[in-house]
Structure formats: structure tokens, C-alpha cells
């Protein structure tokens, strides 16, 4: 076995893939596709001695954007809403072509609550980032760190 720095377990992977993510969301933000994709490969490339190719990789990311919303957390006395939930699920098949035991189809859920006084435009981009970097990181973990 061989492990690195960060715990994750590549053996005899050399390659990745990322496919890039479509947004099949009811609610489509733009621009949302390509910051998870490339924060998927920044991830892989930064954290596992693996090349990322454009084609067929040892280990491969596929997936989609399933869902994108906001809704009322908790209400406050006078019947308003006093936090929101900001989410953002999405469905990855991951494939190890050198242990297909490590392959899975699965969504991941990530989420950042904010105070209903805030517009969501005003704070979107920020929970955005957030939570794809909690996202990726579920990702990576599944995939490569093997606790």
C-alpha cells in the first residue's frame, strides 16, 4: 500500500478524468459546471501524484448537478423566516479501473445556512465556493481516502 501526505490511497493510478459536470438543476446558475469540474481536477492534481488527461483516466469523475436551492431553516416569532438553507447536491460516478471494489454512483450533499435578512444574491457566490470546496472534498474522500 502507499498512502501520501493527505491520506489518499492512488496505487498504480497514474491518470484522471473529469467529465465535465452539466447543471440539470431546476434552478441553473451560471457559471456553477466549470467551478465545480475544475475545483474537482484542482483537488485531484494538488493532492495525488496523478497526470490529469483529457481522455480515459486510471480514475475517472463523472456526474451532474442535481439540485440548487434555498429554503426557510427556522421561522422567527412573527412567522418569518430567520435562517435559510443554501444547498447544492450533486450525483458522481467515480471509477477505479485497477480496483472496481472503489467505484461508486452516489449525490453529495453539502449545505451553508445564512440569515433571511440577506438577499441571496448577496451572499450566493461566497456559500457557492463553500460549499463546492466541502463537495470536492467529500469527493476526493470517497474516491482516494480509504479510513
Given at each position: ?60 469523475f ?75 472534498e ?10
Amino acid at each position: 500500500m502507499k498512502y501520501s501526505f493527505t491520506g489518499a490511497h492512488t496505487q498504480g493510478l497514474k491518470t484522471f478524468n473529469v467529465v465535465y459536470f452539466q447543471n440539470r438543476a431546476p434552478i441553473v446558475q451560471p457559471g456553477l459546471s466549470q467551478t465545480l469540474t475544475d475545483a474537482l481536477i484542482d483537488k485531484c492534481k494538488a493532492q495525488t501524484n496523478m497526470k490529469y488527461v483529457t481522455g480515459i483516466g486510471d480514475a475517472s469523475f463523472e456526474g451532474e448537478i442535481k439540485d440548487y436551492n434555498t429554503r426557510p431553516l427556522t421561522v422567527a416569532a412573527d412567522a418569518q423566516a430567520a435562517t435559510n438553507r443554501f444547498s447544492i447536491t450533486v450525483q458522481v460516478k467515480f471509477t477505479n479501473s485497477l480496483d472496481p471494489t472503489l467505484n461508486f454512483d452516489q449525490p453529495f450533499t453539502r449545505y451553508e445556512d445564512y440569515n433571511s435578512n440577506l438577499d441571496l444574491s448577496a451572499v450566493e457566490a461566497d456559500l457557492s465556493n463553500k460549499i463546492i470546496d466541502m463537495l470536492v472534498e467529500d469527493i476526493f474522500n470517497q474516491a482516494f481516502v480509504n479510513w
